[in-house]
């Protein structure tokens, strides 16, 4: 359906000018520039900067971390927006680094990443090992029981007399009642 979607969508920008130029517009006044970042909200909120000035993004219940880097020279028009981190054990590592810092900055953004930003991910993590460990318990608790049920059956019993001449009591009924039905 997105596709479907996407498709009539490029199709309507692309037959009329109109919307061409409307794209256009809007397109210009969001694009970045020194003073503004070009849509920061795409990259989520602003967890804080380090020592040179770079600032650090993550986006709601996204582990990632992007960080914006000002651009070096006046003429580059891409804004240096990168992904610094993308699983938890990168996060984990890039958080260690600004563990020892003495820098002011590093040192609050190392405190809400460390505080505010890993925890949930960290529990999220732990719980899906707890599912993952109780799912591959249940499952070896099944073939262990399978497997004794298995060497039970395959046992030879020692049954009663009575049992095995009721049992071909029965067996020798069925078949006559059977011999009967098959000559009726």
């Known amino acids: 359906r997105l596709d479907l979607?996407?498709?009539?969508?490029?199709?309507?920008?692309?037959?009329?000018?109109?919307?061409?130029?409307?794209?256009?517009?809007?397109?210009?006044v969001a694009a970045p520039t020194e003073e503004f970042l070009g849509h920061p909200e795409c990259h989520?909120?602003?967890?804080?900067?380090?020592s040179d000035n770079r600032?650090?993004?993550?986006?709601g219940d996204d582990l990632r971390v992007y960080r914006w880097d000002k651009p070096r020279t006046k003429r580059s028009s891409d804004p240096g927006w990168?992904?610094?981190?993308?699983?938890?054990?990168?996060?984990?590592?890039?958080?260690?680094?600004f563990e020892k810092t003495k820098s002011p900055k590093e040192r609050q953004l190392f405190e809400y990443l460390s505080e505010t930003h890993l925890p949930p991910h960290i529990a999220a993590a732990d719980k899906r090992r707890k599912v993952e460990r109780q799912q591959r318990a249940?499952?070896?608790?099944?073939?262990k029981r399978r497997k004794g049920k298995e060497a039970y059956d395959s046992l030879d019993r020692k049954r009663s007399g009575r049992i095995?001449?009721?049992?071909?009591?029965?067996?020798?009924?069925?078949?006559?009642?059977a011999?009967?039905?098959e000559a009726a």
């Open 44 to 50: 989520g909120d602003a967890l804080g900067a380090d």
């Open 5 to 28: 979607l996407y498709v009539l969508c490029e199709n309507r920008l692309a037959a009329s000018e109109a919307c061409g130029a409307e794209v256009e517009a809007m397109a210009a």
């Open 164 to 177: 095995s001449v009721k049992l071909a009591e029965i067996t020798e009924e069925r078949r006559v009642k």
């Open 138 to 143: 249940r499952e070896e608790e099944l073939v």
């Open 179 to 181: 011999e009967a039905e």
């Open 55 to 59: 600032l650090y993004y993550a986006s």
């Open 82 to 97: 990168g992904t610094v981190c993308v699983g938890l054990e990168e996060t984990k590592a890039f958080v260690a680094g």
